[in-house]
Structures are given as structure tokens and as C-alpha cells.
């Protein structure tokens, strides 16, 4: 992803990016251009290599779209009578202490940001896995007997974070079939006829005399 940024930051080429979703925020602190001339060339900077994705998005003319879970879709395509593409995002919270933490490092040029944290006092995941932007993408055909599209990008979430949301969303009905039809789930959503009591005919009893 950063090598498509830097190419399309350096010249105008194709596929042109409409949004661009990612949790990163503009460093308020930037490290100094000498502060790591003699490290080992060989070696990456993760840190410099999110500030130079920053950096190219600005070139761009790209603002980051933050991508944080919520009980809402975020709606990414729709044209009458071809579909709708839905996005539920199911990792991180924004709301969650990794969030805060990794965001606070972020922002501090801490090498410490890619060490781990503990989850439940069993399990040592790296925060940035922890924050790990995982989505659902949900595309629903215009024609009701065409099949509804699941597609789950999990990023680098761990698989906790991953039924964690999921939870979140086990109410749509979308997540109760294993394959499911737009005609399908607006018959299984349509609510069951109210019985109608049926009036029925008096009895009538005729008696016949017969003459003697």
C-alpha cells in the first residue's frame, strides 16, 4: 500500500483512489531527518513508514477516512439496479484502550508501539495487530434472486477481536443463512399472517311431519 501511495504521489497514474480508509492521524511528533543516519540501512521503519504514507496521501489530496466499528454500515457503492456495497467494520473500537495506547505512541515515535499487550493475562498480541482494522463487506444485488456477497477482510486481527465483532452484528439477518437471497430475507422478515377466525353456519333442524 505505501509503494502505490509514493507512485501516486510522484506522478499521475491509474487506478485513481476515491477514499482512503486507515486509523493513522498526522504525527505532532516528527523524528528528526539525522536522528537515524546511522542505523542499518537494511532495516524498515515502521514508524517512518507511516508518516511517509501520511505524507503522500497529503501530495494527494486524500484525507484518511477513519474506519471504527459501529452498529452502522458504511455505505461504499450503490447504483439503481445494478446493487449496494455495505461495509460493517468489525475492528477496533474506537473507544478501546489499544486504540488510545497505540495512538498515544503513535504520536510519541515510541519503538515500543509494535511491542505487545496482554489480553486477559494469557495471551501477548502487538498492539498494532490489536487495532487491526477487520470489515465485512456485504454487496447486495439489485435482483432479489441473485445471491448476497459476504466478503470478511480479518486485516491482522487476532481471532478474539474477530468473534468480538461479529457478536456485534450477530442480530443481521444477513449472518443467520449460509448462502441467503434478497427475496429470501424479506420473506423470512415479512411477519406471519394473523389467523382469521372463520364464522360458521347455524344449525338448522327441520322437522317434516308425515300425514297419517
Same mark, same amino acid.
Given at each position: 500500500?505505501?509503494?502505490?501511495l509514493?507512485?501516486?504521489a #510522484?506522478?499521475n497514474v ?5 477514499h482512503?480508509?486507515c486509523? &493513522? +492521524? @498526522? ?11 546511522? #542505523?542499518d540501512?537494511? *532495516?524498515?521503519? *515502521?514508524?517512518? +513508514?507511516?508518516?511517509d504514507?501520511?505524507?503522500? *496521501?497529503?501530495?494527494?489530496? &486524500?484525507?484518511? %477516512?477513519?474506519?471504527?466499528?459501529? /452498529? +452502522? ?19 477496533p ?6 486504540v488510545r @495506547?497505540? &495512538?498515544?505512541?503513535?504520536? $510519541? ?7 505487545? !499487550?496482554?489480553? $486477559? ?6 498492539i /498494532?495487530n ?6 465485512? *463487506?456485504?454487496?447486495r444485488p ?5 445471491t448476497?456477497t ?6 491482522? #486481527?487476532? %481471532? ?8 456485534k452484528?450477530?442480530? &443481521? @439477518? ?9 427475496? %429470501?430475507? !424479506?420473506?423470512? =422478515? =415479512?411477519? =406471519?399472517?394473523?389467523?382469521? =377466525?372463520?364464522? #360458521? ?5 327441520? !322437522?317434516?311431519?308425515?300425514? %297419517?
Amino acid at each position: 500500500m505505501a509503494a502505490v501511495l509514493r507512485r501516486k504521489a #510522484t506522478a499521475n497514474v491509474y487506478p485513481q483512489i476515491g477514499h482512503f480508509f486507515c486509523n &493513522l +492521524e @498526522e504525527r505532532r511528533a516528527v523524528t528528526s531527518p539525522d536522528g537515524d543516519k546511522d #542505523t542499518d540501512p537494511l *532495516l524498515v521503519s *515502521l514508524l517512518q +513508514e507511516g508518516s511517509d504514507m501520511m505524507a503522500d *496521501l497529503r501530495h494527494i489530496n &486524500l484525507k484518511p %477516512q477513519h474506519c471504527y466499528r459501529s /452498529p +452502522e454500515p458504511i455505505n461504499l457503492y450503490h447504483k439503481v439496479g445494478h446493487g449496494t456495497l455495505d461495509m460493517y467494520v468489525l475492528n477496533p473500537s474506537k473507544d478501546s484502550k489499544h486504540v488510545r @495506547e497505540f &495512538l498515544k505512541r503513535w504520536h $510519541s515515535s515510541e519503538q515500543k508501539l509494535f511491542e505487545g !499487550a496482554s489480553v $486477559s493475562g494469557q495471551f501477548n498480541f502487538p498492539i /498494532p495487530n490489536l487495532v487491526s482494522i477487520c470489515a465485512l *463487506l456485504v454487496w447486495r444485488p439489485a435482483n432479489p434472486d441473485d445471491t448476497i456477497t459476504r466478503i470478511m477482510f480479518p486485516g491482522s #486481527t487476532p %481471532q478474539h477481536k474477530i468473534f468480538e465483532g461479529l457478536e456485534k452484528l450477530k442480530h &443481521l @439477518e444477513i449472518l443467520q443463512h449460509p448462502t441467503c437471497t434478497g427475496r %429470501q430475507l !424479506a420473506t423470512a =422478515a =415479512a411477519p =406471519a399472517p394473523a389467523p382469521v =377466525a372463520v364464522p #360458521t353456519a347455524p344449525t338448522v333442524v327441520s !322437522a317434516i311431519k308425515t300425514k %297419517q
